[in-house]
């Protein structure tokens, strides 16, 4: 059985706990309860998660510096993300 790597600390996006989470933002009892009945990809990513967030505050049409610090993330991240919108970038979001 392969390892669940625990990222985070927060509520379980599936039952409300809180404790450690996984890339998916569930805790691990529920990440491999999914996983074992092939669910697991009903469940955001945490990459996913990321672009979701990122995508809600380019919308408010600030910086991508500020973009980073909210979304806590690098700076670079936030420009990868926006470059695989397309050309568009910023407009894409809005």
């Known amino acids: 059985m392969s390892s669940v790597h625990t990222t985070r600390f927060g509520e379980c996006a599936c039952c409300g706990v809180v404790g450690p989470l996984t ?3 569930l805790s691990r009892s529920c990440h491999r309860r999914y996983q074992r009945v ?11 998660l990321i672009e979701e967030d990122i995508r809600m505050v380019v919308a408010t049409g600030v910086s991508y510096q500020v973009v980073a610090a909210r ?5 670079r991240t936030v420009l990868r993300v926006v470059s695989r919108w397309g050309a568009a970038g910023w407009e894409a979001a809005a």
């Open 23 to 25: 890339s998916r933002g």
């Open 38 to 48: 092939g669910e697991l990809g009903e469940w955001p990513t945490r990459d996913e």
């Open 71 to 75: 979304c806590g993330v690098a700076e």
